[in-house]
């Protein structure tokens, strides 16, 4: 069964610095998909990034950016000059592709953003 | 373009109760997904369904059950609540027929079994 793991229960950052959360996961599938969601105190869910196990370059959306380690199954998060408005649960999720519809979550990272 | 809806948002129940969620998915989705979120368990799958169809389920018991309509809202329902039901359950809808799609959530409903 594939697992996730996220390490690091509670982070803190400087607004404007940069700040990387970990995830690892385990699975033996060779095609899947990685996901970054983001939940704000406000609980709606909501896609940072996602990315496709088949493609070696890692996926970006302007200030946030995956290291993504086929061979170490890791998926870091960086979040580069973080802002106020960063501040919620992150959490890394796993969907292999031959099983719709769902998600696997890790227990989440709770991170702060101070002014 | 309106997002997930989820009716109702919150919900007091007592044991021994059922209770039925429900969820519009964004128009034109087709897979709508359901989670339950705790504070111990974390985000855990509850079913999958798919043009009418369960198409995958997690590990819940058969207290736990949903079904799809023809216009893709879905409901689930949950037979002889348990003080362990309580929970903030979402769903969340996909525009992609087969695996890896982005889902989209709903706000949640937040679920209280006295």
């Known amino acids: 069964a594939q697992t996730v793991t996220q390490s690091q229960p509670e982070m803190s950052v400087q607004e404007a610095e940069t700040v990387t959360l970990s995830c690892t996961y385990d699975?033996?599938?060779?095609?899947?998909?990685l996901f970054w969601y983001k939940q704000p105190p406000s609980r709606q869910m909501i896609l940072v990034i996602r990315q496709e196990a088949y493609k070696q370059q890692n996926a970006t959306e302007n200030r946030f950016s995956v290291n993504f380690q086929k061979a170490a199954k890791s998926f870091s998060l960086k979040i580069s000059d973080s802002q106020l408005g960063d501040t919620a649960m992150y959490f890394c999720a796993f969907m292999s592709s031959g099983n719709t519809g769902k998600l696997i979550f890790g227990q989440g990272t709770t991170l702060q953003v101070k002014p | 373009k309106a997002g997930v809806t989820q009716t109702p948002r919150y919900l007091i129940k007592t044991r021994g109760q059922q209770v039925t969620l429900s969820c519009s998915p964004i128009s034109g989705h087709r897979s709508v997904s359901w989670y339950q979120q705790t504070p111990g368990q974390g985000l855990q799958f509850l079913f999958e369904y798919f043009s009418e169809t369960q198409r995958n389920k997690g590990n819940f018991p058969g207290r736990f059950s949903g079904r799809q309509f023809s216009n893709s809202r879905s409901e689930m329902n949950v037979s002889t609540l348990e003080l362990g039901d309580s929970a903030l359950y979402l769903c969340?809808?996909?525009?992609?027929?087969?695996?890896?799609?982005?889902?989209?959530f709903g706000p949640g409903t937040r679920l209280t079994v006295l």
């Open positions: 969340a809808s996909s525009l992609w027929t087969s695996g890896g799609g982005e889902q989209f």
């Open positions: 699975t033996s599938e060779n095609n899947y998909y």
